[in-house]
């Protein structure tokens, strides 16, 4: 079998879709050719500079300013705007032939048949045989839109959605044609996977697919139980959100910024294409939806939809909501359940839905009915959509953020306890479900061995789920794996001779506990392991030290307790690395303060794409305070060139710090100077992090690894430096940048950057700086207006400016 590699790819239509593939490509490194209409007449601005449609710059507009809007938006779509590079645009007339040279074209322009076949016919004529090619509907039946098409070009054609936006939402479908050959669906399945960083789901092709066949079920079910059970928008948001493992935007929100159009036009497309589905009516829109489309109220981008922000008569800004039976806007209600009180104490999601089933208030009514429907509607969906169960559910996990799909909710719950409550709700499961309780098993999903395995229906029988062998999922290991545990970590042994130590703290935040478990985790390691990863699959690595327990420790002036839990932090730090064995950070999401600080100091950081690592500090009145702001004025001199202004490399650091800039992904952490080049690697797949940075942890074990030497040759400029960041600091708060208190705490960085007030350049040990970083670190946590901001920042999670 030839290898098949992806170096350049065609992507024709540079919508918002379109550009945010196309930036996704760039992401991991492919070049792209960005292709999308000429436009039939002049702009303004065209007309002004007496342009023609024949200008070059003319004939690519509507391309460019398409990914130029893309590039500009916010989150953005690329991991970094140097990577824009790999991009190169064009129009279908004049560059149209190019696509011979690409490896796979994507076609995602309108959502009509017609224009798509007239736009695979065109490329037809220009594609070489072999040459993927891939169309990113999110609709239309695959096999309408191959015919009439070779036989090579059938064979190499099928369905790839994406979902918006393409950078960060993780479901892949791959939906095969009437003659699509299987080497492609098997190489698309792995390269989504392996290189695209999503999760690879191969589907059936029925109209809305998996995702958004069950995604769109989920919502409009919702529309017709908002009124029956006498809900507010903002009651429904509140119960279909975070408490059960959902994004923030829970349902109303999500609808406003995918934008109600879209979500009428798919729930309109099953409504026309399914009408066998047993749950045909309920595709049919509320009359409320109905308004809404005349209104033009389709959410963010029109102003308003659900939800719509206005000026007060104090002329701050307010979110209003819309009242479902008047359809006007009102003032957002808060919105409380006795049920979901009982859930507050309980942090795993999973273990919620119990709770929350057996409510005995309108919240309990409401999850009793939206899981009974639901339930009811995916069982009934295989084998229509699919014949594996867990595809349902990873499909709902990567294409809209839930934690847990429905089959694995309904596991939570138990099988035999949901079918009771289905049937109190009026509902049936399919046969199958009763068929699998009958032949013993009782659920749908098991672990064994550190596997997941799922009830495969033909069968009858459990399955292992299949692609894990490049995963190390930490859920699965932890009972049978656990070398230790404490309440703040949990070490297990990921095998090859390599430990893992887990955070298991609130947000994974680094207190006693933890740092406690760090270091046992290293004296396990040196003493009968080869190699040790500090990683964990939670939503963040870490956002920072434990900030409650210095607060309380400053505000009882308890400084000689609080020198030494900073002192313990900077030399867990110094142990990890100094120790005999390498060390490796697998930092994700946030990863801030004494998160980052950690992956400073590891061997090696392998780092998810999504990684958003910053100092953040300042933002709380102090300055890092383990061994990060040693670590920036050491990471300074090693980069001092002979002849360059060392100063000015110094400030770059300085200003990392000082800024509390923190990274939009890991390749601006290498800009900052927290990622190193040549040192630290990035991982697309955040699933395969833990099992990658195992393999970098044995192969440095493995080539021998030596236990570094303690630096004494770190070079501070001492004056020099110091004097220079005292005026910049000055000048600033005089012009109102920065306030006084600001100031205090960047002079105390200044003077540990610069390695204190010494007479010229002198070369210093690393226990030198971190002495004069806790000195600073502790005298501003005698400061009130430091304490205001720790306070402030527990109670809000926001950072205060006094």
């Not at 139980?225 to 829970?250: F, H, M, N, W, Y």
């Not at 309920?282 to 719509?308: A, C, H, R, V």
């Not at 000026?311 to 008047?326: A, P, R, V, W």
């Not at 002079?747 to 700086?769: C, F, H, I, R, W």
Request: net charge negative; charged share 25%.
């Amino acid at each position: 079998m030839s290898k098949r590699r992806i170096k350049k790819i065609a992507v024709i239509g540079s919508g918002i879709m379109g550009s945010g593939i196309a930036c996704h490509f760039a992401n991991i490194g492919v070049d792209v050719l960005l292709l999308d209409i000429v436009p039939r007449e002049l702009n303004a601005t065209e007309e002004a500079k007496k342009l023609t449609l024949q200008d070059k710059v003319v004939r690519n507009r509507i391309v460019n300013e398409s990914l130029t809007a893309a590039l500009k938006s916010k989150p953005s779509p690329i991991y970094h705007q140097k990577f824009a590079n790999r991009i190169t645009t064009g129009n279908l007339e004049d560059d149209i032939a190019k696509v011979k040279d690409v490896d796979w074209i994507i076609e995602v322009v309108v959502e009509r048949l017609d224009i798509k076949k007239q736009v695979f016919e065109n490329l037809e004529k220009h594609r070489t045989p072999g040459t993927l090619i891939t169309s990113n509907t999110s609709g239309i039946p695959i096999h309408f839109m191959s015919e009439g098409r070779s036989d090579d070009f059938q064979k190499h054609f099928c369905g790839t959605h994406f979902f918006n936006p393409a950078r960060y939402l993780k479901l892949f479908e791959i939906i095969p044609g009437p003659k699509t050959d299987p080497e492609v669906l098997d190489f698309l399945n792995d390269y989504g996977a392996k290189f695209l960083g999503k999760t690879s789901v191969i589907a059936k092709d029925t109209p809305a697919f998996i995702g958004n066949r069950i995604g769109i079920f989920g919502i409009q079910s919702l529309f017709h139980q908002v009124k029956e059970l006498g809900l507010t928008i903002e009651e429904v948001d509140k119960l279909t959100g975070p408490v059960i493992g959902r994004p923030k935007s829970a349902t109303f929100r999500t609808v406003d910024v995918v934008g109600l159009d879209t979500l009428v036009h798919v729930a309109n497309g099953i409504y026309d294409n399914c009408p066998n589905d047993e749950a045909h009516e309920l595709f049919k829109l509320p009359d409320f939806i109905n308004t809404m489309m005349e209104n033009k109220w389709l959410g963010s981008k029109t102003g308003q939809g659900f939800y719509k922000k206005v000026k007060g008569d104090n002329g701050k800004s307010e979110i209003q909501s819309l009242d479902l039976d008047t359809l006007e806007y009102r003032p957002k209600k808060s919105a409380k359940f006795a049920t979901l009180e009982l859930t507050k104490t309980v942090d795993k999601v999973v273990d919620r839905f119990p709770i929350l089933v057996s409510g005995k208030d309108k919240a309990g009514d409401f999850y009793r009915k939206n899981f009974s429907a639901m339930f009811a509607y995916v069982s009934n969906r295989i084998p229509e959509i699919t014949d594996e169960l867990y595809k349902i559910d990873d499909a709902m996990k990567a294409g809209f953020g839930w934690e847990h799909g429905p089959f694995q909710i309904w596991d939570a719950i138990g099988v035999e306890k949901g079918i009771e409550m289905m049937k109190a709700e009026g509902f049936e499961p399919a046969t199958w479900v009763n068929d699998m309780l009958a032949s013993g098993n009782k659920s749908f999903y098991s672990v064994k061995e550190g596997a997941s395995y799922y009830y495969d229906i033909p069968k009858q029988s459990t399955v292992k789920i299949p692609g894990q062998d490049a995963f190390i999922i930490l859920d699965n290991i932890r009972k049978t794996n656990e070398v230790f545990k404490n309440s703040g970590v949990v070490i297990e042994d990921l095998g090859d001779g390599i430990l893992n130590c887990e955070f298991q703290s609130k947000m994974n935040t680094i207190g006693g506990d933890v740092l406690a478990g760090l270091n046992k985790a290293i004296d396990l390691a040196e003493k009968d392991f080869a190699g040790l990863v500090i990683g964990n699959q939670a939503a963040n690595f870490s956002v920072g030290a434990n900030i409650g327990m210095i607060f309380m420790m400053a505000a009882e002036q308890e400084y000689d307790e609080l020198n030494a839990a900073i002192k313990y932090f900077q030399d867990t730090m110094m142990r990890m690395r100094y120790s005999a064995i390498p060390t490796i950070s697998a930092p994700h999401g946030m990863a801030l303060g004494g998160g980052c600080e950690l992956s400073l100091h590891a061997d090696k950081v392998v780092a998810a794409a999504e990684t958003y690592m910053g100092l953040v500090e300042f933002g709380v009145g102090v300055i890092p305070g383990g061994g990060g702001s040693k670590e920036m004025a050491l990471r300074a001199s090693d980069t001092f060139k002979k002849g360059d202004v060392q100063l000015n490399t110094l400030q770059e650091y300085f200003l990392t710090i000082g800024m509390a800039k923190v990274s939009t992904s890991a390749y601006e952490a290498f800009d900052m100077g927290v990622l190193q080049h040549g040192k630290d690697v990035v991982v697309v797949n955040k699933d395969r992090q833990i099992a990658v940075a195992k393999q970098h942890a044995k192969i440095m074990a493995d080539m021998g690894y030596t236990q570094p030497v303690k630096r004494t040759d770190v070079k501070v400029l001492g004056k020099q430096a110091l004097g220079m960041f005292l005026v910049g600091t000055d000048s600033m708060e005089d012009s109102n940048y920065i306030s006084e208190h600001d100031m205090k705490i960047a002079n105390k960085l200044a003077y540990v950057m610069a390695g204190g007030d010494l007479s010229e350049p002198t070369l210093v040990s690393e226990q030198y700086l971190l002495d004069l970083e806790r000195e600073a670190f502790l005298s501003l946590c005698t400061e009130r207006k430091t304490l205001e901001r720790i306070q402030h920042m527990l109670k809000t999670g926001k950072p205060l400016r006094n």
